[in-house]
């Protein structure tokens, strides 16, 4: 049986970013967590601790130690060179821009040792598209977490016709030892499965608002009361947080341009960025 995956990095300190780092080091890994410069690393560093009290509050483990311990285990930096030194396993958790991805993956490929596995968070792109710039296509693959990891624990996994079947095995087990439930695609599917469902629920919401047919609040009162669900697709945007839809629909075709800019003049230029920034399409204390 092939050795534990315990030394994570995680590339890029977002939302969800430093959530999959502080998860991983809740649950025992060794984690640095990477992000471009110490100004951006100050801003992960109050996230983190945001997250230690949201555990504390939250999750039922995070007690004698447990939440202080994994504090202990996360490093900062931004060095990529000695954020990658001696991984088991790096996850991308950047911008959603495939350019970008490819750049950084091409500098993790050159700067890791051999036995790093590669892994990207992207939520729409497919591994086929990124894999050749790590220069390891046999040890990438996609590995794909929702937002609020320490309840909404799935995590989905996907390879490419060239991933090593034994490194695919090798994530399914490092998510399970994370606390996530492993769900495993059995071919290349834009959007995963989570994506798949949600982005097109998330489309025709922002189309319902922006279009001016409905306000946000009573597109997602019409959708709780007609589902029964928890939360209506403007909630669920706040909790995502508002730039990773926003990347998703620049880069898509003309119409959804039009909501990405509408998403931008609206929302994003005026700070109102969702739950993190105490504003989105709702206000949040």
Known sequence: MSAAITKVTVLGTGVLGSQIAYQSA??????????????????????????????AREVPDAKDGANE????????????AAAVSDADLVIEAIPEV???????????????????????????????ELKDSTGR??????LHFANRVWQLNTAEIMGTPDTDPAVYSRVVEFAKAIGMVPIELHKEKA?????????????????????????????????????????GPFQIYDIIGLNTPYNIMAHGDAESQQLAAWLKTNYIDKGKLGVESGEGFYKYT
């Not at 890994?29 to 410069?37: G, P, R, S």
């Not at 311990?69 to 990529?80: F, G, H, Q, Y």
């Not at 296509?137 to 996609?142: E, K, M, N, T």
């Open 26 to 55: 809740f649950k025992g890994c060794t984690v640095t967590a990477y992000d471009i410069n110490d100004d951006v690393l100050a801003t992960a560093r109050k996230r983190f601790a945001t997250l230690s009290e949201t555990y």
């Open 69 to 80: 311990a994994a504090l202990t285990r996360l490093t900062l930096t931004s060095d990529l």
């Open 98 to 128: 495939a350019d970008l991805k490819r750049q950084t993956f091409q500098k993790v490929g050159e700067l890791a040792p051999a036995k790093t596995i590669i892994a990207t968070n992207s939520s729409t792109l497919l591994p086929s």
């Open 137 to 142: 296509p046999d040890r990438f693959l996609a």
């Open 191 to 231: 959007g995963y499965v989570l994506n798949s469902l949600l982005v097109p629920f998330l489309h025709a919401a922002a189309e319902l608002a922006a279009g001016g047919y409905a306000d946000p609040a009573d597109v997602d009162t019409t959708w709780r009361i007609g589902t029964g669900a928890p939360l």
